[in-house]
């Protein structure tokens, strides 16, 4: 069972910046980060292979978030900068045991192991 903590979550003005970290029981091949707003479905916002030969942007975040891993820690870390109202929601980390398919790395339904989810709110 792979265990999955966020944190960094918080209130931002609008052009600000917020670091998620996900700590993990154990990297798995495949991690992203996932979003949900109220009222929306989940949706994949970056994701990579943590042996670091790919890695997959929502078109909504490319530019202004940039997803890493530290192997040694067993962290999956996001940096979000230029943030805007619409970036508003809960943020979760995922994990697959295996190697998602490049072309389904934000795909949801592509990942097993999910953490509780940490809020981000972007006030304009």
């Known amino acids: 069972q792979v265990q999955l903590v966020e944190s960094g979550g918080g209130s931002v003005q609008a052009g600000g910046s917020l670091r998620l970290s996900c700590a993990a029981s154990g990297l798995q091949y495949s991690m992203g980060w996932f979003r949900q707003a109220p009222g929306k479905e989940r949706e994949g916002v970056a994701a990579?292979?943590?042996?670091?030969?790919?890695?997959q942007y929502a078109d909504s975040v490319k530019g202004r978030f940039t997803i890493s891993q530290d192997n040694a820690k067993n962290t999956l870390d996001l940096q979000m900068n230029s943030l805007k109202p619409e970036d508003t929601a809960m943020y979760y980390c995922a994990a697959a045991g295996r190697l998602v398919p490049e072309w389904l790395l934000l795909d949801k339904h592509e990942f097993n192991y999910w953490g509780q989810g940490t809020q981000v709110t972007v006030s304009s």
């Open positions: 990579i292979y943590t042996d670091g030969r790919s890695t």
